[in-house]
């Protein structure tokens, strides 16, 4: 008895899962649906999703292949993130038109701007297909077997489900490591048009310093229109198009929240890895995250110091320093997190009670703890190796440029050649260079390092810096004059596409195959994990780790306590942003005419007990590619858009921590106002349904 008890005490608060915890599947949401009326949701399963009649789902859509929008309008109006259309905005701004600063409305349909290459995903319908997948393999077969009954078979349940309508894409997604597989099928559309973005001081409002903190005070959010053809079916860019009749669109509400409301996201979460073991948690806080932050730190003070030199070099590298500081930020806080929460302690006892139960019951998972620890040991060097080098590479730009330019068709070169200097700064990048390189060789170590990039720093006295001014003063590639005049052998004996082939090489022969070979090895153990697990934990609620398909997150609106003595309230208002404007920062300074509103207190419809609400936060659960989901009411009605967590919380990714954990979201109110008083752009207004009209 004694015994029994032991385990259930240490089994209690790593495995209790928190109400407002969970990325749960659509089409599985009945199971959850009487917690969510007793916090406060008013509809059935069946609004959430359906297969045979509109609910929902058919007003979400997967943007740009990494984040969310939804449907506002039945004339195929979008909202998302602006950092989602950061991109788009990016692309069509100039010195001359400049719209990451001033802001870009289409006061037509005429003006609306297409983008090559943006798509729009439709989720159609979502189905477990296990047993179809794995029809045919019976337990004994070894691990290859399966794999090829499970690739041939869903290759069939693919090419079958790509006929059932027009422009219909299909994938099998494994969940629970491969415990089960479930079919998406979705409709894909790829005329996307820009119709408003505010300036980047209202929709980067407070820039990478308030980047996943709270309060929060910016206004995120960019609209796009998906066209169709005149049979409503998805269809390339033309000016024949027409604006899509969507199944379903949102409602909006500007009734406003308050602390203990419900709120459902529904969005597409890109990656979580709840499940892990310790080794892995640990490894996480203390060396992955921590070694990737001091790396980015550089790369982005380096960004800095010449953006702030103009305009011209600011817009060049605006999305670029935006995409380097986002997740530099966001290690910081996971890593803190996890320490705070003691989670890979949790996790051990966690693992040890486990472990204890599968040995006492002679359950065929018992040892398999050991296993994955002893995987991870073996291939945790070549994981780091793996992600640093990739961050070094990346942080060098001519590096993969030369890499793209000399391995594409000779006849789009000249088209990679002007995209990327469009957008490039030797300055930059050869101090980049410079602090990456020496900065690898202190992380990485010899062994770890491309014997080429070890032969250049040894010929250099291992002086990073001598080797990056050889390095851009030699290399075709720092200069587009040279390089048009580059023949194929001036460009591959080159001094920078060598370096670029030789980290490609080294990744690709000496780190990869350890490292996959052993993450290979971890994942068929985490599907013997998961499932005894499952088995052990059996009256926990088991979600699967987010993997970019569609989910529910449900929570209510709630301040949170990031340390002793403090306590943040769940809204912001219009007067934060005023209290954060300064002219003299380009990341605080907004635009005169919302100064003025301000002054005269001109909210018109949007005003609410003598303010603007701007921001609300809440304990949703969500993560990477929930930013621009819709954050719904108890009714189904659109009352935010998801942007951000609280940086205090990001380490949800790994653990849930339900009193830290918190989702950022604009309120819609907001949005509303600035597209109505700050843009004059009242007549996209018109076509939502706001409360119910």
């Not at 219909?168 to 790829?190: D, K, R, T």
Request: a negative charge; glycine letters at 8%; proline letters at 3%.
């Amino acid at each position: 008895m004694r015994k029994i008890l032991a385990i259930c005490f240490l089994l209690i608060p790593a495995a209790s899962l928190h109400a407002d915890e969970g990325m749960w599947l659509p089409s599985k949401i009945s199971g959850r649906i009487d917690e969510m009326r007793s916090m406060g949701f008013m509809l059935s399963a069946e609004d959430i999703y359906s297969e045979d009649g509109s609910s929902l789902k058919d007003a979400v859509v997967l943007f740009a292949g990494g984040c969310t929008g939804e449907l506002i309008s039945d004339e195929g109006l979008l909202i998302t993130n602006h950092h989602c259309g950061y991109d788009q905005i990016q692309a069509h701004s100039s010195v001359e038109h400049d719209y990451l600063t001033d802001g870009f409305w289409a006061m037509t349909r005429e003006e609306e701007l297409p983008n090559d290459g943006l798509e729009v995903k439709f989720l159609v319908r979502m189905e477990d297909v296990t047993s179809s997948v794995l029809k045919g393999y019976k337990e004994g077969m070894g691990e290859g077997k399966r794999i090829g009954i499970a690739e041939r078979n869903s290759a069939k349940i693919i090419r079958k489900a790509e006929k059932e309508g027009a422009a219909y894409e299909a994938q099998i997604v494994p969940m629970y490591y491969g415990n089960e597989y479930w079919l998406f099928v979705y409709q894909v559309f790829s005329d996307v048009r820009l119709v408003g973005a505010p300036p980047s001081s209202i929709g980067k409002f407070g820039g990478d310093t308030d980047n996943w903190m709270w309060p929060r005070h910016t206004g995120d959010f960019s609209l796009f229109r998906i066209y169709a053809d005149k049979d409503n079916n998805p269809a390339p860019y033309s000016e024949d198009n027409v604006p899509y009749r969507p199944k379903r669109f949102l409602n909006i509400s500007t009734a406003g929240v308050k602390e203990g409301d419900f709120t459902m996201v529904y969005g597409f979460p890109g990656s979580t890895k709840e499940y892990i073991i310790s080794d892995e948690v640990e490894y996480i806080a203390e060396k992955s995250d921590p070694y990737r932050v001091a790396l980015r730190t550089l790369v982005l003070d380096n960004q800095k110091s010449e953006m702030d030199k103009s305009a011209g070099i600011r817009i060049k590298y605006a999305s670029k320093n935006a995409n380097v500081a986002n997740a530099w930020k966001k290690w910081q806080g996971e890593s803190k997190g996890i320490r705070k929460m003691g989670a890979a302690a949790s996790k051990r006892k966690y693992e040890a009670a486990f472990e204890q139960w599968a040995s006492s019951n002679g359950k065929e998972y018992a040892g398999i703890t050991e296993k994955l620890k002893k995987t991870f040991s073996g291939m945790e060097d070549y994981r780091f190796a793996a992600e640093y080098l990739n961050e070094v590479f990346n942080a060098v730009e001519l590096l993969g440029f030369s890499y793209r330019y000399v391995n594409s068709d000779p006849e789009t070169r000249s088209t990679v050649m002007d995209a990327f200097f469009k957008d490039f700064h030797m300055p930059v990048d050869r101090n980049n260079f410079s602090d990456v390189i020496a900065d690898c060789e202190k992380a990485a170590g010899e062994e770890f390092m491309p014997e080429y990039l070890n032969g250049l720093l040894s010929v250099y006295g291992h002086d990073a810096d001598s080797l990056a001014s050889f390095f851009y003063a030699s290399s075709v590639f720092a200069d587009s004059v040279k390089l048009k005049n580059a023949s194929l052998q001036d460009m591959e004996n080159d001094i920078c596409y060598r370096l670029s082939e030789s980290f490609k090489d080294f990744l690709r022969d000496e780190i990869m195959p350890a490292y996959l070979e052993g993450r290979k090895e971890m994942d068929l153990q985490y599907r013997t994990y998961m499932k005894g697990i499952m088995e052990f934990d059996s009256l926990r609620a088991f979600y699967p780790d987010a993997n970019l398909t569609l989910r529910v997150a449900y929570g209510s609106v709630q301040g949170y306590s990031p340390a002793d003595g403090i306590w943040y309230e769940p809204v912001s208002s219009i007067e934060g942003i005023i209290e954060k404007d300064d002219p003299s920062i380009y990341d605080y300074d907004i635009p005169q005419v919302l100064r003025e509103i301000y002054a005269g207190k001109n909210y018109g419809r949007w005003e609410s007990g003598g303010t603007v609400p701007v921001c609300f936060i809440a304990t949703n659960h969500t993560t990477g590619g929930n930013s621009g989901s819709p954050v719904l009411d108890g009714n189904g009605n659109l009352v935010g858009v998801n942007f951000d967590r609280v940086w205090e919380g990001t380490m949800s990714d790994v653990v849930f921590d339900g009193s830290l954990c918190r989702n950022i979201v604009l309120d819609i109110r907001y949005a509303l106002f600035v597209i109505d008083k700050v843009a004059g752009a009242s007549h996209l207004i018109d076509e939502m349904c706001i409360d119910g009209d």
